[in-house]
């Protein structure tokens, strides 16, 4: 009970953070993204797998399939 009440503070908090950032001018965009689809794409093309994609990029292998995907 306690940590859904939390949750809910920190939610709240949030929720007050992307107001204030949208009334003083600033668009709220959320986390940049930290994985470069075109790198990825490259190193498909070149027929590395997705295991040294991922290592070779540093992110998640499941990150390299959903770039695949789309």
């Known amino acids: 009970m306690v940590a ?3 949750l809910g ?5 949030q ?3 992307i107001e204030r950032a949208k009334s003083q001018g ?3 965009r959320g986390r940049k993204p930290t994985i ?3 790198a990825v794409r490259e ?3 070149q027929g ?4 040294e994609i991922a290592r070779r990029l540093k992110i998640g292998r499941a990150s390299v ?3 695949m995907e789309s």
């Open 26 to 28: 600033d668009v709220y």
């Open 48 to 51: 590395i797998g997705a295991s």
């Open 36 to 38: 470069d689809p075109s």
């Open 43 to 45: 190193l498909v093309n």
């Open 65 to 67: 399939y959903r770039v």
């Open 4 to 6: 859904e009440m939390e």
């Open 9 to 13: 503070f920190i939610k709240a908090r």
């Open 15 to 17: 929720r007050e953070g």
